[in-house]
T-cell receptor, first 114, second 112 residues
Framework: SAVISQKPSRDICQRGTSLTIQCQVDSQVTMMFWYRQQPGQSLTLIATANQGSEATYESGFVIDKFPISRPNLTFSTLTVSNMSPEDSSIYLC???????????FGPGTRLLVL | GDSVTQMEGPVTLSEEAFLTINCTYTATGYPSLFWYVQYPGEGLQLLLKATKADDKGSNKGFEATYRKETTSFHLEKGSVQVSDSAVYFCALLAAGSYQLTFGKGTKLSVIP
């Protein structure tokens, strides 16, 4: 299994600012993902973080708003840019060792935008 | 496309009651099936999984059987505890896909 940590665990931010969330996995994983979970809702995939290249974004999410980096097989960052109150959510990092292997999740970053 | 349908919540049970959370799916081929649990204020944890038809996943007293004929993966526990209060997500990973498909989640509250 993989243990995934995220920093920060929570933050309160002002409108118009940006926040970078860090994700660290304790072992090398092939695939890393970023999800958003709005209050009381299920998970929505934002993007797949690709090592050394641009992330693959899902419909409705764009790089300018959610830039993602993945410099190696165990670390990734998600930035929420030019935040508005609608960005208030839990952001979850996730990793999978291989294509059909079990997927593990970090504890989430709880973001409140005022 | 692939989809997962879970029973609507919230579900409220008394301690030691029997739990069933229904989950059905639509997918081509033979997906892998998962139950994840999210305790209050935490991320998702894998509860159990099954990767082929008739497999039974089990963990912490919970179990679910992969039923291909009914495209179901219902979660059951014989005697729930207050500590089982959480949101439960059913999910599938279709063969050849990189993306998990989640159900909407079912909130369980267990009262003493």
């Amino acid at each position: 299994s993989a243990v995934i940590s995220q920093k920060p665990s929570r933050d309160i931010c002002q409108r118009g600012t940006s926040l970078t969330i860090q994700c660290q996995v304790d072992s090398q994983v092939t695939m890393m993902f970023w999800y958003r979970q709005q209050p009381g809702q299920s998970l929505t995939l934002i993007a797949t973080a690709n090592q050394g290249s641009e992330a693959t974004y899902e419909s409705g999410f764009v790089i300018d708003k959610f830039p993602i980096s993945r410099p190696n097989l165990t670390f990734s960052t998600l930035t929420v840019s030019n935040m508005s109150p609608e960005d208030s959510s839990i952001y979850l990092c996730s990793g999978r060792g291989g294509f059909q292997e079990t997927q593990y999740f970090g504890p989430g970053t709880r973001l409140l935008v005022l | 496309g692939d989809s997962v349908t879970q029973m609507e919540g919230p579900v409220t049970l008394s301690e030691e009651a029997f739990l069933t959370i229904n989950c059905t799916y639509t997918a081509t081929g033979y997906p892998s099936l998962f139950w994840y649990v999210q305790y209050p204020g935490e991320g998702l944890q894998l509860l159990l999984k099954a990767t082929k038809a008739d497999d039974k996943g089990s963990n912490k007293g919970f179990e679910a059987t992969y039923r291909k004929e009914t495209t179901s993966f219902h979660l059951e526990k014989g005697s729930v505890q207050v500590s089982d209060s959480a949101v439960y997500f059913c999910a599938l990973l279709a063969a050849g896909s990189y993306q998990l498909t989640f159900g909407k989640g079912t909130k369980l509250s267990v009262i003493p």
